[in-house]
């Protein structure tokens, strides 16, 4: 494995950035997503999704909607305008349940390759399930339990034990296969989904769903609104069972006409969401899941990641995220590495807040120590805590996302919230505290260095007793220890609620 924050391909260690586009043709929509590829970071560069329906009659005639047919072609054709001139090793297309199990499915494929010039590649259900799979541990790669992958048509099952074993099953038990758009027979959903699941029950029993697709996506930006929970991003976000069970109910009493008047739910969605949410009662009670983890990455991110080279995939997705993300012209690549070897030590002998995560939480900081650097002085923590709060970084949970942007503002000011503190409320008082500390370490870290990494090395940070110790090599006080940084070492020393001892 290469070192924290090196790979190769880049003179600083970083890996060559590339893009790389995904046309996804699902049984609901049929998407373009093109991606700028940092080693091991994914940001979503374009995004461009038709709701074309693909699969919407393929329960009751097994052929593809004549309707979906003509949108699809018609996005697809546009598509492939898009990536005119794009290299096509860069160009990756796949279909999935919809055309793979529809009687026309091949003929749709031949006038796709007629009219819109692109060979589309079906995946098996096994592929599909095992690009999910990889999606999933590529956004989280610590993911554990099952991975239920919902899509128009089809769920992919999936037991997550690693990269390279992935156990899985498809089923169709999509919103289409179950009966949309026709309004939802519940009793009779549920012993569909009953029926189907009944034989791979125990095999996928776990507490813990990781849910991908984008029905179960606006269930829990549906929760989001309803709990008033102040940070709405999907990726990572948590439900527990009794809330998940309560959430998926009031969705299958609801008519559409009701559903149309709640803010949070996708216009797109209002056939499909009852469907999804009764499939995913019905994985709670079989499966008997506690917890259930929202997904944003899944089939298209998967892909991604097997293309990866094996070193690539090895690499904290957080860490490299932070350091792609702060990588800009006029500031010191090494300067995060060098932060996390002079804070590293001290933070490593106090008692975690994040239990074994405590190590890669202060890597990704030291990374984002200098994210404010071209943002306005008069507002450049506030500026930097919304940043990195809304930054489409993977590898992180939503209290650890919150814990990084408070970092962040502590780095860049010593007021002791930001102006909108109500996400705060994610993070227990201990974890503030905890990035009061760390947000002031950077901030000495960096005055006293002047943002040279060199001279973090003439210098360290030390806990002995009661008292926080900063001291110098011989000969380099003068030069190191001066008037601001005495005073940024003192407000180290308050977070941490220590006695600083006297500078040299």
């Given amino acids: 494995m290469w070192p924290r924050g090196h790979s190769p391909g880049h003179p600083d260690g970083r890996p060559d950035g590339r893009q790389a586009a995904v046309i996804d043709v699902g049984s609901n929509s049929v998407r ?20 074309a329906g693909l699969g919407r009659d393929l329960g009751a005639s097994r052929r593809l909607s004549p309707e979906g047919v003509e949108d699809a072609i018609a996005a697809l054709r546009r598509f492939r305008a898009i990536l005119d001139g794009w290299p096509p090793e860069q160009v990756t297309a796949c279909a999935t349940a919809a055309v793979r199990e529809a009687a026309d499915g091949r003929a749709f494929l031949d006038r796709v390759k007629a009219e819109a010039g692109l060979d589309i590649r079906v995946l098996s259900g096994d592929e599909e399930a095992r690009y999910a799979a990889l999606g999933v541990l590529c956004g989280q790669p610590d993911a554990h ?3 239920g992958d919902l899509g128009g048509s089809s769920l992919e099952l999936v037991r997550l034990n690693g990269v390279a074993q992935v156990e899985g099953i498809t089923l169709p038990l999509g919103p289409f296969a179950l009966g949309a758009p026709k309004p939802l027979n519940a009793d009779r959903v549920r012993r569909q989904v009953d029926d189907r699941l009944a034989p791979h029950a125990r095999t996928f029993a776990t507490p813990e769903l990781h849910a991908v697709g984008g029905g179960w996506r606006n269930l829990a930006l549906l929760h989001m609104q309803l709990a008033d929970y102040p940070l709405h991003i999907a990726h990572q976000y948590e439900i527990g069972r009794s809330d998940a069970i309560e959430l998926v109910r009031f969705v299958q009493r609801q008519s559409r006409s ?3 008047g709640i803010q949070g739910v996708s216009k797109r969605r209002y056939e499909t969401l009852p469907y999804s949410a009764a499939v995913l009662e019905r994985l709670i009670e079989r499966l008997g899941i506690e917890r ?7 089939v298209r ?22 350091e792609a993300l702060t990588a800009q012209r006029g500031i010191a690549p090494a300067l995060g590495q060098a932060l996390e070897a002079w804070v590293g030590p001290l933070f490593e002998g106090l008692s975690p807040v994040f239990g074994p995560r405590e190590s890669v939480l202060v890597a990704a900081a030291c990374r984002l120590a200098e994210l404010g650097a071209r943002l306005h002085p008069d507002h ?18 939503h209290p650890e996302r919150v814990f990084l942007a408070s970092v962040a503002f502590a780095r860049h000011s010593a007021s002791p919230q930001p102006s909108a503190p109500s996400v705060l409320r994610i993070l227990s008082g201990e974890r503030r505290q905890r990035a009061r500390a760390l947000g002031a370490a950077l901030r000495l870290g960096c005055d006293l260095s002047g943002h040279n990494p060199r001279l973090l090395e003439k210098s360290s940070l030390a806990v002995r007793g009661e008292r926080l110790s900063l001291t110098t090599l011989a000969g380099w006080e003068d030069m190191l220890l001066g008037e601001q940084t005495a005073r940024r070492a003192q407000t180290l020393a308050q977070a941490l609620k220590l006695k600083l001892d006297p500078l040299p």
């Fill in 145 to 147: 339990g099952v991975v």
């Fill in 32 to 51: 373009l997503v093109i991606y700028r590829v940092d080693g091991r970071a994914l940001w979503t560069v374009y995004n461009e999704k038709v709701v």
């Fill in 292 to 298: 259930i983890v929202v997904s944003a990455y899944g």
């Fill in 301 to 322: 991110e998967g892909l991604l990641f097997e293309a990866m080279p094996p070193e690539v995939r090895r690499l904290d997705p957080l860490i490299e995220g932070c």
């Fill in 380 to 397: 450049r923590a506030d500026l930097a805590f919304e940043q990195i709060l809304r930054a489409p970084l993977a590898g992180m949970t």
């Fill in 258 to 260: 009701s559903l149309e």
